[in-house]
């Protein structure tokens, strides 16, 4: 009987078989057993980085938002605090405008009270004296340019406290551009969804950026900022007030002054009227004097004629009765009384002359002295007439201002923006 041939190889046990056969099984469960393990921390891990996305977006959301109310509140407080320095340039514009007025109303009180000394220098005489009024003058130009100089240098503090107003000004202004920038950039970052078109992936996008600064940093910034805004206000305050002060006082002594000095002016022009009239009665008297004195003398020099004639009649009498004959020739009371009267006579001559000299002599004082008060009642004239000239020129500082003068131009400061008033944009 023939042998069925086999194909070669190995053969398995059914042994081997089983083993293999629950091998596969038990693989298969554990393969199974792993996977279903694999499934379920797959599906917890999905569900808790869901959570933690959604807290981690909802956290980062609320941060902005809070950030922009931070942001806001100091944009907020930077404007006011803008606003506010903008006003206080104004008004301490106004106040330097002022004391620029106040500097230029005081160049016709300088020039008035000059003129006022340099008319009276053209006095002459015993009327060019230092009286109260040139005293007052001097004093009154002497105020005038302390005054000029006190003004200045209040217009001068007031154009620096302006730069560093305008500086503050201008601190703000980048600090409050900084910020709507910033808030713009948040508010978009905040306005983002994982369904916005514009999202990708960036390139280290955690990098530390080139001068970043912390939080308390950023908080100082801005405070420094309105802090030094705020003391550069406070300072131009007191400045303001100073300046009204200064200009309220300046005033009072300028006005003060001016009293005095008229006062001064009008009671040296009643005592040279006084002097004017007194000068003018003792004319008219030493002219009445003078005119008695003349007729007097006229008298006297008559009174000397008749007198010379009465002595020649004498002398001719007593001459020719020196011619009598013999006895005739006889000192008789004829003789006598001819003698008395020629001695008489040259007595009384004499007496004439010597008073006609003393009248000759007091008449050329007289008229001498008439001269002089002539001329000093011609100073006295010309005297008052300086002053009157005085007190008109004076009168210049009591007429209105004109109206028609065109201001001196004032060179405003703008503020860090280019404009006298920056309008901030509110987002």
């Not at 930077?78 to 109303?105: F, G, I, P, Y």
């Not at 002359?353 to 002539?374: D, G, P, V």
Request: one cysteine or more.
């Amino acid at each position: 009987m023939s042998m069925v041939p086999t194909k070669p190889g190995l053969r398995h046990s059914v042994s081997d078989w089983e083993s293999n056969n629950q091998q596969l099984s038990a693989t298969a469960e554990h393969e199974r057993h792993v996977s279903n393990d694999i499934r379920q921390e797959g599906r917890t891990l999905r569900n808790e980085t869901t959570s933690k996305t959604i807290w981690d977006e909802s956290d980062n959301s609320r941060r902005l938002s809070d950030r922009i109310w931070d942001v806001a509140r100091w944009k907020e407080a930077l404007e006011s605090c803008a606003q506010e320095v903008d006003r206080e340039m104004e008004t301490l514009t106004a106040a330097k405008e002022q004391a620029e007025q106040a500097l230029a109303a005081t160049a016709v009180p300088l020039e008035v009270s000059e003129e006022c000394l340099t008319l009276r220098e053209g006095r002459l005489g015993y009327e060019l004296v230092g009286d109260p009024v040139e005293a007052q003058l001097q004093k009154e130009v002497e105020l005038i340019k302390r005054v000029q100089q006190v003004l200045q240098h209040h217009i001068d503090k007031a154009f620096e406290q302006l730069c560093v107003l305008q500086e503050a000004r201008h601190q703000l202004t980048i600090d409050l551009q900084n910020k709507m920038e910033a808030l713009d950039i948040d508010m978009a970052c905040l306005s983002l969804t994982v369904k916005s078109p514009h999202i990708s992936l960036k390139t280290n996008p955690t990098r530390i950026p080139t001068g970043s600064t912390n939080p308390q940093e950023w908080v100082q910034f801005s405070q420094y900022n309105v802090a030094c805004a705020q003391e550069a206000m406070q300072a131009s305050q007191q400045m303001r007030e100073d300046m009204s002060l200064t200009r309220a006082q300046l005033q009072n002594e300028l006005d003060t002054q001016r009293s005095a000095t008229e006062f001064a002016l009008r009671t040296r022009t009643h005592r040279e009227e006084q002097a004017r009239y007194e000068l003018e009665w003792q004319l008219k008297n030493t002219e009445d004097e003078i005119a008695d004195m003349q007729s007097d003398i006229r008298g006297l020099d008559q009174d000397l004629r008749v007198k010379t004639a009465s002595l020649k009649l004498a002398h001719t009498r007593l001459e020719n009765r020196t011619m009598r004959p013999g006895v005739d020739l006889c000192r008789d009371e004829v003789q006598h009384g001819l003698v008395d009267e020629v001695n008489q006579l040259e007595a009384t001559i004499k007496a004439l002359n010597q008073k006609l000299s003393e009248a000759q002599h007091s008449l050329q004082k007289m008229q001498l002295h008439h001269a002089r008060m002539s001329q000093d009642l011609s100073r006295k004239q010309e005297a008052l007439s300086l002053e009157q000239r005085s007190m008109n020129t004076r009168l210049r500082l009591s007429s209105p201002a004109r109206t028609d003068e065109v201001p001196a131009a004032l060179v405003p400061l703008a503020n860090s923006s280019g404009r006298s008033n920056l309008q901030l944009l509110a987002q």
